[in-house]
Nanobody, 124 residues
Framework: VQLVESGGGLVRPGDSLELSCVASGFTADDYAIGWFRQAPGKEREGVSCFRGRDGTGNYYADSVSGRFTISRMNNPSTVNLDMHGLKVEDTAVYYC?????????????????WGPGTQVTVSS
């Protein structure tokens, strides 16, 4: 299993970024793939998730709802996170996550594999 993130960077409040996660080594339709983030001194938290093949059961953390959009493409299997209206409090390392099953969850305990992470810094 391999999860490779890209797209992080340093931006100003109000800017946009798109994160991408290319997933390989497993049948992507059989698993939920999502994004978590971890800010310094805080626990890793679920940001958004794309469930299995059909995308039903997706979720967004309350703090990003209306600003972030998750999407998925095939060949290669890629899960993108479009982030708009970025805030200083969105600063964190963002991790792509493959869950243990097809359903989404906000719990790190339900994640089977993690990507190495990509830094997003929002600062004026």
């Amino acid at each position: 299993v391999q999860l490779v993130e890209s797209g992080g960077g340093l931006v100003r409040p109000g800017d946009s970024l798109e994160l991408s996660c290319v997933a390989s080594g497993f049948t992507a339709d059989d698993y939920a793939i999502g994004w978590f983030r971890q800010a310094p001194g805080k626990e890793r938290e679920g940001v958004s998730c794309f469930r299995g093949r059909d995308g039903t059961g997706n979720y967004y953390a309350d703090s990003v709802s209306g600003r972030f959009t998750i999407s998925r493409m095939n060949n290669p299997s890629t899960v993108n996170l479009d982030m708009h209206g970025l805030k200083v409090e969105d600063t964190a390392v963002y991790y792509c996550a493959r869950y243990r099953a097809k359903d989404c969850s906000r719990s790190v305990d339900d994640v089977a594999n993690w990507g190495p992470g990509t830094q997003v810094t929002v600062s004026s």
